[in-house]
């Protein structure tokens, strides 16, 4: 494994340049990424630290900084080291403010304003707490989102990843013989998603589960015969009523996310169109 070392310097949470950085490393095999991230650089002194261990620990240097005095310094001090310097939003805002014919205006943690946007999104998470695992049933039809699957499918983390893009998602678990809430039946506006996985995948999870809480293993939780029955009749259910299916045995939180939002997003196309 080749050891390389990221530095992430941004101006405000630094989950942006994070992510990219993750995700570009990820491409390459044999490689073992050490992340050293720095947020809220927006002073000398705090951007001094941060260039004290880029000296320490030499690597790969990728910024979102929109103050052009702290950049240029960071830019001439790891020429001066001859390292790589990246700002990866840079191309982004090249190409859309040639699109729309519009100047630039440099706001550090500007996708972070208290605007209407993140108190929306606030809600989302407040909803997506009160309505987790079946929970305020009696008002579901105010969600977005309802994720219904047996138990172990990721749906409380899906639901709060959801919640994070502003999405309001509850969700339901699917349990054998114990029918469904009656409002979940009989709502008309949310979409409802079903959440199945390989039976022999959750077995394997349900049992290292039991092993965290120290619960006992011989249990129908874990039959792998009475799990697969346990997934089919989700699976039919699901069937019968329509619902869109996701499999998430081989799918991250994030792409499950993804395939809801684009999901939802159709749906709301379709009913104002």
């Known amino acids: 494994m080749t050891l390389l070392h990221v530095h992430v310097i941004s101006d405000s949470t630094g989950e942006t340049a994070g992510t990219y950085a993750r995700a570009a490393v990820a491409q390459f095999e044999g490689v073992e990424m050490r992340e050293h991230l720095w947020t809220m650089i927006r002073t000398e002194s ?49 190409a859309l403010g040639a699109y729309l014919g519009a100047e630039i205006k440099a706001r550090p943690g500007g996708q972070h304003v208290m605007d209407a946007e993140y108190f929306s999104r606030i809600e989302a998470m ?50 054998p013989d114990c029918p ?57 259910l699901f069937a019968a009523h329509g619902w869109p299916v996701i499999d998430v045995t081989r799918r991250s939180i994030e792409e499950t996310a993804a395939s809801i939002i684009q999901l939802h997003t159709r749906r709301r196309e379709e009913q104002q169109g």
């Open 180 to 236: 469904l809430p009656a409002e979940l039946l009989e709502i008309k506006w949310p979409l409802i998603v079903g959440l199945t996985k390989d039976p022999k995948r959750l077995v394997q999870i349900r049992r290292n589960r039991l092993l965290q809480l120290n619960k006992d293993q011989d249990t129908d939780y874990v039959d792998l015969e009475k799990v697969a029955r346990e997934v089919s009749e989700a699976r039919k």
């Open 46 to 94: 705090a951007l001094d630290e941060a260039l004290a261990r880029i000296h320490a620990h030499p690597g790969f240097v990728m910024f979102t900084l929109v103050d052009e005095k702290l950049r240029a310094r960071l830019e001439e001090s790891c020429r001066r080291l001859h390292l790589p310097c990246l700002s990866i939003l840079d191309p982004a805002l090249a």
């Open 126 to 175: 407040q909803f997506s707490l009160a309505h987790d695992d079946g929970q305020s049933s009696r008002s579901l039809d105010r969600a977005d989102v309802i994720l219904v699957g047996v138990s172990r499918t990721s749906k409380t983390p899906t639901c709060i990843y959801l919640a994070q893009r502003g999405l309001k998602a509850a969700n339901v678990p699917f349990v």
